[in-house]
């Protein structure tokens, strides 16, 4: 059981992407950039996905609306997409499917940063007629994804899981995502919206959605405080020191370039029956960095933000 486990780990590590993001908070008086996921979802549980034939992972509560398909449904949230999507990889697959011109809005959310447990990636989707979102839903919920697909090692641990979104509707998600298409948003999350559907758009729902992006935070109100310390989340597994992790940096052309470096090790769980041993890393090892400059940050982040090591 134990040899069991540790393999499911082995897997889960060489799965996770290195994800950066900027500390919070910087200092008492600085906002924090880190990229956020609008509607992140909680974390699935750690199960081998012979486990959830059946079965949903429902890690994403406070977007799920009711459990069935009613007569107005037409948003869905597509949950456990291979970590190898993005929001253009996310719109192919639902285009080769045959549902190209059946949609309207999507938009694709990483994994939430501060889950190490969690890779996998989710997305919206709006379908423009009812028949459209339940077929989907019928045809692909808890299907998997081929080999090629997923996470390097093959194999896939969850069924892409389908449920009812709790916003509903073109009119109601233009509204709560139309912010993230300005450029200066602090996300890396780009939704799509059909020309066709936008042009259809009251003006009062123009109103509203430029309202609600106005009150959006921007990257213009981070100018009194610099973003210049990072936390660099699902380091390599074979990184086990803190010199190991400064050299690893130091080789990708940052040596010199930061002035703080912490490095912490995966946790790990009490050995069953023996309270004084532990057991096999649960997670990734992680680090915090400060670079000496706001620019050298961004360009640290954007060098090894979702990198495959």
Not at 260 to 284: M, Y
């Amino acid at each position: 059981e134990q040899g069991r486990k540790l393999r499911q780990q082995q897997q889960l590590q060489q799965q996770a992407p290195v994800q950066v993001a900027p500390q919070q908070p910087q200092c008492p008086h600085e906002t924090s950039r880190e990229v956020k996921n609008e509607a992140d979802p909680m974390p699935v549980q750690e199960i081998p996905a012979s486990a959830v034939p059946e079965a949903t992972c429902h890690n994403d509560d406070t977007e799920v609306g009711p459990d069935d398909v009613s007569a107005a449904t037409t948003t869905l949230i597509l949950r456990n997409l291979p970590t190898s999507f993005d929001q253009k990889t996310a719109q192919q697959w639902v285009d080769e499917k045959g549902y190209a011109d059946a949609y309207d809005f999507l938009l694709w959310f990483p994994a939430k940063k501060t889950s190490r447990l969690n890779t996998t990636s989710y997305a919206f989707v709006n379908f423009r007629s009812v028949a459209n979102a339940a077929s989907f839903r019928k045809e692909f919920h808890l299907q998997r994804f081929p080999s090629e697909q997923v996470e390097p090692g093959g194999k896939q641990q969850w069924p892409l899981s389908i449920a009812v979104a709790k916003v509903q509707g073109f009119e109601d998600n233009y509204i709560r995502f139309y912010h993230l298409l300005d450029d200066k948003s602090p996300t890396l999350c780009q939704p799509f919206f059909a020309e066709d559907a936008i042009k259809k758009l009251a003006p009062d729902v123009r109103e509203k959605a430029s309202q609600a992006a106005s009150n959006a935070p921007q990257l213009d109100n981070l100018s009194d405080g610099p973003c210049t310390t990072l936390i660099v989340r699902n380091l390599p597994p074979s990184l086990e020191s803190q010199e190991e992790t400064q050299q690893w940096l130091d080789n990708f052309g940052f040596a010199g370039q930061y002035d703080f470096f912490l490095w912490l090790p995966p946790k790990r769980k009490r050995a069953e029956l023996a309270p004084d041993q532990t057991g096999p890393p649960q997670g990734l090892a992680y680090a915090f960095v400060n670079l000496r400059s706001k620019e050298q940050a961004f360009k640290c982040a954007e060098f090894l933000n979702g990198k495959s090591m």
